[in-house]
Structure formats: structure tokens, C-alpha cells
């Protein structure tokens, strides 16, 4: 039974077990990285727990996470008023918007195995509504402030090293290098997202959920062709 | 990104053997789908509602929200402690 249990669960595991790996080749890349520069400037090499336990570490990480999480709150939130046709990534054209209650199945609509806050009515429904939105949100908004905080202590090490003046968070959040590090994980992110919003509507890859079935015409988006 | 969702369609051995027209293969193959059935490797899916499937699928969940928010809690911790 736990290779069936297993089985269901394959997808998420398979991203846990790549994200974990990914991580620790990160880690382990980033302190080779660190310790030449390190040496390169005179100064004593570090251990993996030290790089690890850093802010240098601290502000690569955050700063691709914040930009995942704010690819898919937008995402969630682009996609109930925005459409594109023949994109299996979109409602049909026409469907925009949050729904009625009896398409959405909450409050009095609500199925007796639906969650007991959609069959709620009031803060609780509402909240229930929009909680994938605002976890997305709220891990965007605190892996960009660890950027943040993280990328000011990096940027005054830096700072310390060439004698010029530090930055307090205030002015490190408005400086060009916390937005060159934003911004540059902000366009790929946008790209990708578009791009498979886009090449969704004439590309296939059969078996995927992320496409439609290969046979079915360019035309038909999510809805009109199942 | 959005999730592509077809109806569930499971493989008929019934159809192909009403197409042969072969009524004895045409209960060989009801036999053979409902030993299948019973087989849970073969089909794991379990009843909707079943409470162990739902609660797998909630400490799933769970374990993901907890995973992150440690990863969130440890960046802000070394990001404040000026490391």
C-alpha cells in the first residue's frame, strides 16, 4: 500500500525530492564560489555550515523564491479576469471573472464533501475563496522582504570591504542592486509564464496536464474541449 | 499553471471483445476488469470521501505549508541576525 500511496502523491514528491537536491547543489556550488573569491582576497576559506548559515546564501535563495511565488500569484490572480484563447492555461473567453455560488459550490451550493469553509458563509468562506491567492502572496512578500534584509547585509560586507558608506534596509530596498536582483528574476519568471500561456494554444505534449490532448484544435481552450 | 483535466476513461476490455463478437470473450473480459478492479495496484484510486485517502492529501498539504514556512522562519532569522 505504500507504493500505492506513493503513486498518488508522485508529483509533489518528485518536486520535494528535486527542490531538495537542487538546494544542497546550490549550497555546495555557492560555497566553492564563495571560498575562491574568499581566497582571491586574501581572506580565510568558510565552511559549508557558515556559507549556509550566511546572508550570501540567505539573499541567492530568497531572491528565487520571491520571484516563483509572485509568478504564481499573479498567475492565480491574472487568470480569473484575464483570458487567452485556446490556452489550456486559461478559462474560456466569456468565463472571466470569480464565478456564481453554485459554480463555485460554496455556501448553500456547496456538496456534502466540500470543505466545511466553502459550505461556510461569511469571512470564513471568503477567506477560503482566496486562500490559495494569499499563501502565494504571503510567501512572496516574506521571501522578498529576506531578500531584502539578507541582500543589505551582503551589500555592506561589501560595502565595509571597499570603505564606502553602508545603507540602512530603507535605502538598500531602493538601491539598483536589490532591484537588479529583483527585477532580473522578475523577467525570466514573466517569460516563462507567458510563453506557456502562449505556445500552449498550438503545442502539444500527449499525457501532460499542462496540455491539451494533441488531437484537439487549436481553438478549444480548457473548458470547450473536455 | 492550469491543470489540464479530462474525464477519468479506463481501458474496456469489454468493447474490444463486443467487437470481435465473441460473447465468451465478452465475459472473459468483465472478469478480467473486475479482478482488475479489485487490484489495487492496478487501481488505486480509492471511493471519494474515504477518510485516509483525504487525509493523506491534507498532510500532503500540510507538510508543504510547514516545509516552507521553516524555509521562511530560517531566511528571515539569518537575514536579522546580520550574519
Same mark, same amino acid.
Given at each position: +500500500?505504500? &507504493?500505492?500511496?506513493?503513486? $498518488?502523491?508522485?508529483?509533489?514528491?518528485?518536486?520535494?525530492?528535486?527542490?531538495?537536491?537542487?538546494?544542497?547543489?546550490?549550497?555546495?556550488? &555557492?560555497?566553492?564560489?564563495?571560498?575562491?573569491?574568499?581566497?582571491?582576497?586574501?581572506?580565510?576559506?568558510?565552511?559549508?555550515?557558515?556559507?549556509? *548559515?550566511? @546572508?550570501?546564501?540567505?539573499?541567492?535563495?530568497?531572491?528565487?523564491?520571491?520571484?516563483?511565488?509572485?509568478?504564481?500569484?499573479?498567475?492565480?490572480?491574472?487568470?480569473?479576469?484575464?483570458?487567452?484563447?485556446? #490556452?489550456?492555461? @486559461?478559462?474560456?473567453?466569456?468565463?472571466?471573472?470569480?464565478? #456564481?455560488?453554485?459554480?463555485?459550490?460554496?455556501?448553500?451550493?456547496?456538496? =456534502?464533501? #466540500? =470543505?466545511?469553509?466553502?459550505?461556510?458563509?461569511?469571512?470564513?468562506?471568503?477567506?477560503?475563496?482566496?486562500?490559495?491567492?494569499?499563501? +502565494?502572496?504571503?510567501?512572496?512578500?516574506?521571501?522578498?522582504?529576506?531578500?531584502?534584509?539578507?541582500?543589505? *547585509?551582503?551589500?555592506?560586507?561589501?560595502?565595509?570591504?571597499?570603505?564606502?558608506?553602508?545603507?540602512?534596509? &530603507?535605502?538598500?530596498?531602493?538601491?539598483?542592486?536589490?532591484?537588479?536582483? *529583483?527585477?532580473?528574476?522578475? $523577467?525570466?519568471?514573466?517569460?516563462?509564464?507567458g510563453s506557456m500561456v502562449a505556445l500552449s494554444i498550438?503545442?502539444?505534449?500527449?499525457? @501532460?496536464?499542462?496540455?491539451?490532448?494533441? &488531437?484537439? =484544435?487549436?481553438?478549444?481552450?480548457?473548458?470547450?474541449?473536455? | /499553471?492550469?491543470?489540464?483535466?479530462?474525464?477519468?476513461?479506463?481501458?474496456a476490455p469489454v468493447a474490444q471483445s463486443a467487437e470481435?463478437?465473441?460473447?465468451?470473450?465478452?465475459?472473459?473480459?468483465?472478469?478480467?476488469?473486475?479482478?482488475? !478492479?479489485?487490484?489495487?495496484?492496478?487501481?488505486?484510486?480509492?471511493?471519494? %470521501?474515504?477518510?485516509?485517502?483525504?487525509?493523506? /492529501?491534507?498532510? !500532503?498539504?500540510?507538510?508543504?505549508?510547514?516545509?516552507?514556512?521553516?524555509? !521562511?522562519?530560517? /531566511? !528571515?532569522?539569518?537575514?536579522?541576525? %546580520?550574519?
Amino acid at each position: +500500500m505504500i &507504493g500505492v500511496r506513493l503513486r $498518488q502523491h508522485s508529483l509533489s514528491i518528485f518536486f520535494a525530492v528535486l527542490f531538495v537536491l537542487a538546494l544542497i547543489g546550490q549550497s555546495v556550488a &555557492g560555497l566553492i564560489s564563495f571560498n575562491e573569491d574568499q581566497l582571491a582576497h586574501g581572506a580565510a576559506a568558510v565552511t559549508w555550515i557558515d556559507f549556509v *548559515t550566511s @546572508s550570501e546564501f540567505v539573499v541567492d535563495v530568497a531572491e528565487n523564491w520571491q520571484s516563483e511565488y509572485l509568478q504564481f500569484f499573479l498567475f492565480i490572480f491574472a487568470t480569473i479576469w484575464l483570458v487567452q484563447a485556446g #490556452s489550456p492555461e @486559461s478559462k474560456e473567453v466569456g468565463h472571466e471573472g470569480i464565478g #456564481s455560488d453554485e459554480q463555485q459550490k460554496v455556501g448553500r451550493y456547496a456538496e =456534502p464533501e #466540500s =470543505p466545511s469553509w466553502a459550505k461556510a458563509t461569511g469571512w470564513r468562506q471568503t477567506v477560503y475563496s482566496n486562500s490559495l491567492l494569499i499563501t +502565494m502572496g504571503a510567501i512572496f512578500l516574506l521571501s522578498w522582504l529576506a531578500q531584502g534584509i539578507a541582500g543589505q *547585509t551582503v551589500f555592506n560586507a561589501e560595502q565595509a570591504e571597499h570603505g564606502q558608506d553602508l545603507l540602512t534596509l &530603507g535605502e538598500y530596498l531602493l538601491s539598483a542592486d536589490f532591484w537588479n536582483r *529583483t527585477l532580473q528574476n522578475w $523577467q525570466s519568471e514573466f517569460l516563462a509564464v507567458g510563453s506557456m500561456v502562449a505556445l500552449s494554444i498550438v503545442l502539444r505534449q500527449r499525457g @501532460s496536464a499542462e496540455s491539451k490532448p494533441v &488531437g484537439t =484544435p487549436h481553438h478549444e481552450g480548457a473548458v470547450s474541449a473536455e | /499553471m492550469g491543470a489540464w483535466r479530462r474525464p477519468c476513461r479506463r481501458r474496456a476490455p469489454v468493447a474490444q471483445s463486443a467487437e470481435a463478437g465473441d460473447l465468451n470473450s465478452l465475459e472473459s473480459g468483465f472478469e478480467s476488469q473486475r479482478e482488475h !478492479l479489485d487490484d489495487p495496484l492496478v487501481n488505486p484510486l480509492p471511493i471519494r %470521501g474515504d477518510r485516509r485517502y483525504l487525509r493523506g /492529501m491534507k498532510v !500532503l498539504s500540510t507538510s508543504w505549508i510547514v516545509g516552507i514556512a521553516v524555509g !521562511l522562519v530560517y /531566511m !528571515l532569522g539569518i537575514g536579522l541576525s %546580520g550574519r
